[in-house]
């Protein structure tokens, strides 16, 4: 029998009568309120933010955009790998504020350099702007580290949640096809994989586990503003070849996108790459946003991270 974790069921009882009460006094989402709320939510809910020994905001250049970047060096004396991290959001949310606790935690369990990337947001600036600010990254990350004079291998991998893990898949789909990137590996935590909105779980867990199908729908018709063939943009159904990176991919049993990312792992297999798959039985979308309540399943994330980058 499906059971949230009795780790999460209150919080999230308290959540829906609230949405109800809200609902019912003429709340209407907006991309102010939707920014805020996942700021809030991380903010009371991820308070052990770590030391690191060195973070700094900076730029990756580009003649398209200058993309606002932050990066973390856990040891500045090291020669360390390279994570670009993409923060989740739904394409209209999120930041790299929003992230920092997540990304120092990350570069701390990973020893790696972690770039967090200040993508552009919908409704303001929709498809493809995002994705063309995640890849500019990828492709020019090397001047702007170098321009910091840091210490870093020449190894990249991509990490990613929801809608940052859509842009990972989006980004390593197209450098499948490019030989000036290369990516090593590529984790993504609950991704959003198919704009059609096909799959099973979003009617199976449409509603009642903070992120919510309609809520989704919403997030699509902001992204997409110039009648995109969504289907064509997804990438559960791109080309898979075993020009992509090694694969860890985490879902979450009652999370509306979940389907999709069982899906993508298949797709994966069946063109040859190394795949791992992480499942939680009974957590929700966004749980590493909500670190407080759920702290050995956000560590067990961190962890498999850690043994999948560096192994």
Known sequence: MRQVSPKLKPWLETFNKQSIMMLNNGFKPTATNAREGLANLTKSLVTDIPDIKW???DLVLHSDYNVPVRIYHPAPEQSLPVIIYIHGG???????????PICRKLANTSQHVVVSVDYRLAPECPYPAAV??????????????????????????????????ALVA???????????VNISKQA???????YTMGSGSIQENATGYLLQSKQIAWYFDNYFQHDENRKSVSPVHGDFTKGLPETLLFTAE??????????????????????KHVHFPDMIHTFMNMEDLVKDECERVYQNINHFLNN
């Open 55 to 57: 973070v700094q905001d």
């Open 188 to 194: 993504m935590i609950y991704p959003s994989l198919d």
């Open 170 to 180: 989006t980004v390593s789909n197209k450098a499948q096809f490019d030989h000036s």
């Open 254 to 275: 009652f999370c509306p996108l979940r389907d999709e990312g069982l899906l993508y792992v298949e797709k994966v297999k069946q063109a040859g790459v190394i795949t």
């Open 90 to 100: 739904g394409h209209t949310s999120g930041s790299v504020t929003v992230y920092d």
């Open 132 to 165: 063309n600010d995640a890849y500019n990254v990828v492709k020019n990350i090397w001047a702007t580290l170098d321009s910091r004079h840091l210490n870093y291998q020449k190894k990249l991998s991509l990490v990613g949640d929801s809608g940052g893990g």
